[in-house]
């Protein structure tokens, strides 16, 4: 029961970021100016979406699929938010 509390937060933290990025596309993220740096808006959007349905699919998985498949939701939101991180690393 615990680790379906956790991955709820998981999820919520996902959900949240993802909706973050979104709603901050016109607006300075960090240090750069998304004026200046389109590569920065694409690749905020294309996270965005992604995490947002990773969020979807693990919703699905804790519903209706054994509790071993949330994995696939753990290590697939944290390959996407790790790409984001490099790739904006690259951009500075």
Known sequence: MLIKLLIVLF??????IGILMLTHLDR??????????????????ITAYLLLLTSLMGIIILIWAPL?????TLVLGSVITGAFALLISRAS
């Open 11 to 16: 999820l919520i933290l996902l959900i949240t």
């Open 28 to 45: 300075p993220f960090f240090m750069f100016s998304q004026s200046n740096l389109p590569f920065v808006q694409k690749t905020m959007k």
């Open 68 to 72: 071993s498949w949330n994995l696939l």
